[in-house]
Nanobody, 123 residues
Framework: QVQLVESGGGLVQAGDSLRLSCAASGLPFSSYTMGWFRQAPGKEREFVAAFTWSVDTAYTDSVQGRFTITRDNAKNTVYLQMNSLKPEDTAVYYC?????????????????WGQGTQVTVSS
């Protein structure tokens, strides 16, 4: 059984940093693209960042230069370092896994999802 478990969310002030973690089990982690998505109240789930199994990374424009995605295949864990947080970053953040290394920004290409972790940034 595949499980993705996010952690590290919380309430912070604008300009602060957070690091999210996603621990995966039940899948060959190094063979999967790992992505981070977020969903704010009343909005659709949107792509944030991805780290493919072929060691490429991708970011949405609004987080480029502020967020960094990394992965540790030995620990089956993917991280999202979030710096210079803004109130508009407030959302539930989801970890996801996909066998594909293309279309990494698209939710429907991901096979597995975590339960999400709340990030709230106050102004």
């Amino acid at each position: 059984q595949v499980q993705l478990v996010e952690s590290g969310g919380g309430l912070v002030q604008a300009g602060d940093s957070l690091r999210l973690s996603c621990a995966a089990s039940g899948l060959p982690f190094s063979s999967y693209t790992m992505g981070w998505f977020r969903q704010a109240p009343g909005k659709e789930r949107e792509f944030v960042a991805a780290f493919t199994w072929s060691v490429d990374t991708a970011y949405t424009d609004s987080v480029q230069g502020r967020f960094t995605i990394t992965r540790d295949n030995a620990k089956n864990t993917v991280y999202l370092q979030m710096n210079s947080l803004k109130p508009e970053d407030t959302a539930v953040y989801y970890c996801a896994a996909s066998v594909s290394s293309v279309a990494v920004t698209t939710t429907r290409f991901y096979d597995y999802w975590g339960q999400g972790t709340q990030v709230t940034v106050s102004s």
